[in-house]
């Protein structure tokens, strides 16, 4: 099979699913309109036709029992993909992947494995408004138990998906909803990204911009125009956001001594503070300026195309930010 | 149903051991000896028995924060049991959990828990894993009246009946949701009256009574086990002590004339009186079981007395299966 081969990241993700599902016979998937529908951005296309109703569940809308139907059947011995449809529905079942799912290991002494997956789709660009729209992977980010992943690219959907799958803590895959369609190389065979190693998207000397998700593929359109004006940024993809690649991020900074960390969520608390803080503090003497952060001002997501393609960050911000941040003597 | 005394005798033996241990448990709390919050299952002994003696070893429970009573009933050790409530290295839970988590997966016990409602979507998943391995196995969701009033337990017991799982809804109402009466909470008398609104069979049972608890408890476990899907038992029962705590009488929710009458209807005394009337047990019988167990619990608290706290530096073990979260 040739290596040029291409998926898009809807498609990279159902055949990391599909894959595992094959190699495993304890990996099922429950969520709402998953089954022969395949799920609302088609994620789950042909996976029911393939794999049966008994594999491949379709659920009532009832995002508690959905994660909890994870927790019990995981902490019993399964392998359970449980879906929540978007991000924002997290909110409905905190309860169980906050105090259940993260939890139960440590409050049983580690007496429980939970080997599960939940899937969602994060973040805006689709005029979805405030309850459909949001970049809520700080909130998981600190809940000690977690695992988080948001992938950039179809090649690294399809590795972190089945290193998701393959993981013994549960874990919350965040495929953002603007990139489903990003097509690309993607190998046939069943590989994985170790969770919590970032990548070098590109490598460069005068600047570090940190960006994860959709933030990552703005990150690369602004470094084109950066080095037009002689400015050679580097690039790094944290893809898991929790454990993050702390490592990977500070040699950067002590490399280029400036760094921009861009996300689409909400700036105030979200985790580019978190990795502003541990550049400060590992590579202080290695700044050169500020660590700079770029986000979402502080406001739900608008539904208006005018004012949401004002509200999410893009090229064009983190250009800005770059700029601000090499013009720091 | 006619139970078999040896049947007879290992309800009873279940009710005294959490008998036992939660008036161990209330002794040494009062005393100060347990860090934390205790929610004492005494009075509601005949449910998590006359339930978990229906159950094999490889079925699943989920529990409450009420939740020793479920343990013990399961065949919770006491040893580890009584060092978890103290916070110390050798406890089910490692000092980890506490009274609210206690847990024994290998015993099918998947945590007391401290979030009212949380248990039943757990239910809800081991019963999807039971019926998806197809080995026969069913999980009961305990949980209590004031549960019922919370959308977890609304969305477990309509998916559970949507997916037709094996999976018993055991209900333990004591009328009271904390210290609040259930009549100032729901609209109708009984719980069970919700179970058709899901689509599955209901019974309520007299929750004092260790033997009609059992028959409702084989009958619905033998239904899921044979494919038949869900269903719910309510068990009118009560809790002789506080919420939380030690306190009995003088509360300010509840008169104790009421405490009285149910106090007449103790589950293990009433059960040994019809065990002796109907001559399958001796008081002696019953002096040397009581003896026995007491013997056991002694042990405990020894046991856990004597065992050592975690150190600090099991902080952060067990947040994942390998340390990697951690930065």
């Known amino acids: 099979m040739s290596d040029d081969r291409k998926l898009t990241y809807a498609q990279a993700f159902n055949e990391a699913v599909s894959q595992m599902m094959e190699a495993d016979p304890d990996v099922f998937c429950a969520g709402e309109d998953i089954g022969a529908f395949g799920g609302v951005f088609g994620t789950f296309a042909g996976l029911q036709a393939k794999f049966g109703e008994k594999r491949v569940v379709d659920t009532p809308i009832s995002e508690q029992a959905i994660v909890g139907l994870g927790v019990g059947a995981s902490v019993t011995g399964l392998r359970p993909i449980v879906d929540l449809m978007f991000m924002d529905f997290i909110c409905v079942a905190f309860d169980q992947i906050v105090n259940q799912a993260a939890k139960l290991k440590y409050m049983f002494g580690g007496d429980a494995t939970l080997p599960m997956t939940i899937t969602t789709a994060g973040g805006g660009g689709l005029s979805a408004a405030a309850q459909h729209s949001q970049s809520l992977e700080a909130l998981l980010c600190h809940i000690p138990g977690l695992k988080v992943v948001m992938p950039s690219n179809p090649y690294d959907m399809k590795g972190l998906m089945i290193s998701c799958i393959k993981e013994n803590n549960p874990t919350v895959m965040i495929k953002h909803k603007r990139l489903l369609g990003m097509s690309a190389p993607v190998p046939t065979e069943a590989y994985g990204i170790p969770l919590g190693k970032g990548n070098i998207i590109r490598p460069g000397k005068d600047v570090t911009i940190v960006a994860y998700a959709r933030m990552a593929n703005e990150a690369i359109i602004a470094a084109k125009e950066l080095a037009e004006e002689g400015i050679d940024c580097e690039i790094i993809d944290p893809r898991t956001l929790q454990p993050l690649d702390t490592d990977l991020i500070v040699d950067s900074a002590k490399k280029t001594n400036r760094v921009v960390v861009a996300q689409e969520a909400v700036r105030f608390g979200g985790l580019g503070a978190e990795i502003a803080s541990q550049i400060q503090e590992l590579a202080f003497d290695y700044l050169d300026a500020p660590v700079s952060r770029i986000g979402a001002p502080f406001s739900p997501v608008p539904f208006s195309p005018a004012l949401e393609s004002h509200y999410i960050p893009d090229a064009k911000s983190i250009v800005k930010g770059v700029r601000d941040v090499m013009a720091r003597r | ?327």
């Open chain 2, 1 to 327: 149903m006619d139970f078999s005394s040896a049947k007879q005798f290992d309800l009873h033996r279940r009710m005294v051991r959490i008998r036992l241990f939660e008036e161990a448990a209330g002794r040494l709390a009062e005393s100060n000896k347990l860090p934390g919050f205790l929610h004492l299952y005494v009075g509601e002994e005949a449910v998590a028995s006359g339930v978990c003696g229906a159950l094999n070893d490889d079925d699943h429970i989920t529990s409450t924060h009420r939740g020793h009573g479920h343990l013990v009933a399961k065949g919770g050790d006491f040893n580890r049991m009584m060092a978890e409530l103290m916070g110390k290295s050798t406890g089910y839970c490692k000092g980890k959990g506490g009274s609210m988590h206690i847990s024994d997966t290998s015993l099918g016990m998947l945590g007391a828990n401290g979030i009212v409602g949380a248990g039943s979507p757990i239910a809800v998943g081991a019963a999807f894993a039971n019926k998806y391995r197809g080995k026969g196995q069913v999980a009961v969701a305990f949980f209590g009246d004031g549960s019922t009033n919370i959308g977890a337990f609304h969305e477990a017991a309509n998916m559970a009946c949507a997916l037709h799982l094996p999976i018993v809804f055991a209900c333990e109402n004591n009328e009271y949701g904390e210290f609040t009466p259930r009549d100032k909470t729901m609209a109708i008398t009984d719980v069970v009256d919700r179970a058709a609104g899901y689509g599955m069979p209901g019974v309520i049972v007299d929750g004092m009574d260790v033997i009609a608890v059992h028959e409702a408890a084989v009958e619905a476990v033998e239904r899921a086990r044979q494919g038949g899907g869900p269903s719910m038992i309510e068990a009118k029962t009560y809790r002789f002590y506080n919420h939380h705590g030690v306190q009995n009488l003088g509360l300010k929710y509840r008169s104790d004339e009421e405490v009285a009458i149910w106090k007449q209807r103790d589950p293990i005394f009433t059960f040994e009186d019809r065990m002796i009337e109907n001559g399958v047990a001796t008081r002696a019988n019953f002096d040397d079981i009581w003896a026995e167990l007491r013997a056991d619990i002694e042990t405990a608290i020894q046991f856990a007395e004597d065992s050592p706290y975690p150190t600090p530096d099991q902080i952060m073990v067990n947040v994942y299966t390998s340390m990697t979260g951690a930065n």
